[in-house]
């Protein structure tokens, strides 16, 4: 069993900043990539930025230069540091992760519960 647990998330005055965590749990042999996505009401569920084991990252357009992804391998962690917030941010962030729970398994893709970020003055 596998688990995906996020945190960090709340309210926002714009350009402020937060900062989401996630943690996977369970039975883990290996995780790759890992990232967050998000889902604002009315709209579908779109890429913000992933990072794979070695460290490559991948940004969607709208939020380069102001999200940063980062990751703790040995704690299988995942982070999102968010700045100059924008009211378009608002949305309902999900941590995603392809983990492998042996290496006989394939890769699965794991999500998180989502936590809200709402920017708002």
């Known amino acids: 069993q596998v688990q995906l647990v996020e945190s960090g998330g709340g309210l926002v005055q714009p350009g402020g900043s937060l900062r989401l965590s996630c943690a996977a749990s369970g039975s883990i042999f290996s995780i790759n990539p890992m990232g967050w996505y998000r889902q604002a009401p009315g709209k579908e569920r779109e890429l913000v930025a992933t990072?794979?084991?070695?460290?490559?990252?991948k940004y969607a357009d709208s939020v380069k230069d102001r999200f940063t992804i980062s990751r703790d391998n040995a704690k299988n962690t995942v982070s999102l540091q968010m700045n100059s917030l924008k009211p378009e941010d608002t949305a309902i962030y999900y941590c995603s992760a392809d983990i492998r729970m042996s290496f006989l398994r394939n890769y699965k893709t794991y999500w998180g519960q989502g936590t809200q970020v709402t920017v708002s003055s």
């Open positions: 990072i794979t084991s070695d460290g490559s990252t």
